[in-house]
């Protein structure tokens, strides 16, 4: 029988935690262990690793839950991810169920602290040390895997689906497959949002070399992706401690000529950052998908003040203009918050007003909450939580209805379509330029003919909220 052991991963949270978990798997999948499938989940698993989630309180409250019901499957759990590197101890005192709490600098020596749950050993919480270690790893660390071939002089042959640490540099092994794959572009914030607890345990922002980028992209395409998605904590800061600040207009033409890939799109743009240059590399690079995933948060000036944060109504969609003065059909999604301290009856009709004149094609609301270690938890003129609710209730049924209209006004053109899955009817599910994975909409595609993985030209033909209907000629 084998001896090998089995480590079941769990991934909660955004794009960017998806990438760490690939990570992650690939550094214990090439340490010996055997990494249980998406239908064996917990089931025969001697370890089960959550990827937690720790950017607001309802996200926490899943990561918890995940841990318990992983602890009530029978296997050793483990902590990792960004609630586990943001309360470490605190986390490990709370939940003793979780066998370990591991932070960001746990990552490189996953395997050995696997080894230590296994043996029973328990390890203290981690004081975070250096959070590079959630790019890719370094020239020496990538020594240790590089074991020689007889005959060959190179590495040996990792199992299926790993990325060579020859390159790209970063061990990386596919969990989820299918044709679309987020592509880390750096990690950490500089920014100083009053509202955002991230730069506290993602630390500083540090880009990826571009050369790393392409050569994980030319990875991600020999394994099937299609669709390339850019992910960080904030896209229009890339290449700002390289030196460069026009690193990203630089790139995506590099990434939309990389054999096999069809789509590549940029995700979490800093509206104060967006330089015009960047807007006509995104609308104008062939292969690039028109789709700007908008930061606003706000639109009224005092309250974006506030937040630390920069722009107003007017200021953003003088923004929109310009994006669709360059590419009409663009997509535009963005989040914003509201009920944030001191917001006024004013400063919230602002928004609407803004959410009405800006045609977005897709929109999330949250309520503000306050988050530990944040300045906007200290500040004055605090909402009573039930005025929070109602202007969430507000906000978001006047959002739907505008995206619902959004998605009505696309009937009748053409949209390039990336077939994801099959649907019941026997058509084919997929999204089209203006619609990223899992956020936002998707397309409803009937037709002869379709295979998956192919982007298809088809006309729209009805809606439904913000999902399309689409027949291909």
């Known amino acids: 029988m084998s001896t090998r052991r089995k480590v079941s991963l769990i991934t909660l949270g955004c794009a960017r935690n998806e990438v760490d978990s690939e990570e992650l798997a690939a550094r214990i999948e090439d340490a010996g262990w055997d990494l249980a499938d998406g239908a064996d989940g917990a089931d025969g698993a001697d370890v089960v690793v959550v990827n937690t989630c720790g950017f607001i309180e309802a996200a926490k409250k899943d990561s918890i839950d995940t841990l318990l019901a992983a602890h009530d499957s029978g296997a050793k759990v483990v902590a990792a991810g960004c609630m586990a590197e943001r309360y470490g101890k605190e986390l490990a005192e709370a939940l003793p169920e979780a066998d370990a709490v591991l932070g960001f600098d746990d990552y490189a020596g996953i395997a050995e602290r696997l080894d230590d749950v296994m043996a029973g050993r328990r390890r203290e919480a981690h004081t975070p040390r250096d959070r590079r270690t959630l790019l890719p790893i370094s020239p020496v660390e990538r020594s240790a895997s590089q074991v020689a071939v007889p005959g060959h002089g190179g590495p040996a042959d990792l199992p299926d689906g790993v990325a060579p640490a020859s390159g790209p540099r970063v061990l990386r092994r596919r969990l989820g497959g299918g044709p679309v794959a987020p592509l880390k572009l750096a990690s950490g914030c500089d920014r100083r949002c009053t509202f955002c607890a991230i730069p506290a345990f993602r630390g500083a922002y540090v880009s990826r070399p571009p050369a790393e980028v392409l050569e994980e992209a030319r990875w991600l395409a020999g394994h099937g992706v299609r669709e390339l998605v850019l992910v960080s904590e904030n896209s229009t800061s890339y290449g700002k401690d390289l030196g460069d600040l026009r690193a990203l ?212 033909t009805g809606s439904d909220g913000v999902d399309l209907i689409a027949e291909v000629a």
């Open 249 to 460: 207009e630089k790139l995506l033409p590099g990434l939309a000529a990389v054999d096999g890939i069809e789509r590549v799109r940029v995700s979490y743009l800093q509206p104060a950052e967006t330089r015009p240059g960047l807007i006509e590399a995104i609308c104008g690079t062939p292969g690039v998908a028109p789709y700007f995933d908008m930061s606003f948060q706000h639109a009224s000036g005092p309250v974006l003040r506030s937040m630390r944060r920069f722009g107003d109504r007017e200021r953003f969609l003088g923004l929109l203009d310009q994006v669709r003065e360059l590419a009409p059909d663009a997509g535009v999604r963005s989040n914003f918050i509201v009920g944030f301290p001191g917001e006024t009856e004013d400063d919230f009709a602002e928004l609407a007003e803004f959410l009405s004149a800006a045609r977005l094609d897709a929109v999330g609301v949250f309520g503000y909450s306050d988050e530990d270690g944040t300045e906007a938890a200290d500040l004055a003129g605090k909402l009573d939580p039930a005025e929070v609710a109602g202007r969430v209730d507000e906000l978001s049924g006047l959002a739907e209805e505008l995206t619902s209209q959004r998605a009505e006004d696309r009937i009748g053109s053409t949209v390039r379509v990336l077939l994801e899955e099959k649907a019941e009817d026997g058509g084919f599910e997929g999204r089209a330029e203006h619609q990223a994975p899992e956020v936002d909409g998707t397309v409803l595609v009937r037709g002869e003919g379709l295979a998956l993985g192919e982007i298809v030209e088809a006309r729209v």
